[in-house]
C-alpha cells in the first residue's frame, strides 16, 4: 500500500502484481479502501523477457 500511495502521490501510474505478497488477499476492493490506495493497473504476475 505504501508504493501505491507513493506512486499516486507522485503522479505516476502504479501497478499492484497479484503474485507478490498479497497473492492470497481475495478481497483487494476493501484493501484498497482501509488504505486509501488504488493502484492504476492489477497484473496477475510480472515476467521479463
Known amino acids: 500500500e505504501h508504493d501505491i500511495a507513493g506512486g499516486a502521490g507522485a503522479g505516476v501510474a502504479t501497478a499492484l502484481v497479484r503474485s507478490g505478497i498479497l497473492a492470497d488477499v481475495d478481497d483487494l476492493s476493501a484493501l484498497f479502501d482501509r488504505q486509501g490506495a488504488y493502484p492504476d ?4 504476475a510480472f515476467h521479463w523477457r
Request: aromatic fraction near 24%; avoid cysteine.
Open 41 to 44: 493497473y492489477t497484473l496477475d
